[in-house]
């Protein structure tokens, strides 16, 4: 007969070994993603681009020379802004890591659909939100299990080419910057006036 012991070290054996399952499914590598897509951009090498003004056109597609079947089970495409190296250095948010669900070299979706062995282009105004840096576009391909199977990017290996930047908005208006300017001269003037008048009340 089983004890209630022996029920007890079984179902923690059980539930041990499903955790160890779970977490071996969840961990993925970049480097277990095939590079099967074409990337491109119409952004120029070291081009600066204002955020909440500017458009950039992605455009992405099957790599051709890819072995035949390669994105048979390929379902959805996430194309996303990315941080290049030099916009990482000492900002561990920024940080690039192998393991895929825990990297955050890119943080911005651009936008997300159904894939199609086709070429396709899309052009996307820079969010008003994004913060200065430097970047790259990387596109993430997804199969039916929504899991990231291949990629493609803008850049080499490196990520040292074809990199653009952006121009945060700095949060005031020229209008606003004007303005400051009248305001300063006229409270110059007041006060010189001011001054001139005590000292004509004095003489």
Not at 1 to 30: D, N, P, R
Not at 110 to 139: C, D, G, H, L
Request: charged fraction near 25%; proline fraction near 2%; hydrophobic fraction near 40%.
């Amino acid at each position: 007969m089983v004890s209630s012991s022996q029920i007890l070290v079984f179902s923690f054996v059980l539930l041990c070994f499903a955790g160890t399952c779970y977490g071996e499914k969840k961990k993925l590598h970049f480097s277990d993603l095939k590079n099967v897509l074409t990337v491109k951009t119409d952004a120029k090498e070291n081009q600066v681009m204002k955020a909440g003004e500017e458009k950039i056109s992605v455009t992405w597609g099957y790599n051709k020379s890819s072995p035949a079947g390669t994105d048979a089970d390929f379902k959805k495409v996430k194309v996303e802004l990315c941080f290049a190296p030099i916009s990482q250095k000492e900002r561990a948010w920024r940080k690039t890591e192998e393991e895929v669900h825990k990297d955050k070299t890119c943080q911005f979706l651009i936008v997300s659909k159904p894939y199609i062995a086709a070429e396709e282009s899309f052009t996307w105004t820079i969010q008003k939100n994004i913060p200065s840096a430097t970047y790259f576009v990387r596109a993430y391909v997804f199969n039916s299990a929504d899991q990231e199977v291949a990629f493609g990017q803008s850049t080499d290996d490196k990520h040292a080419t074809n990199l653009f930047t952006v121009q945060a908005i700095t949060g005031r208006h020229a209008s606003i910057d004007i303005c400051a300017g009248v305001f300063s001269a006229f409270s110059v003037i007041t006060l010189f006036v001011f001054f001139f008048l005590e000292k004509r009340k004095k003489a």
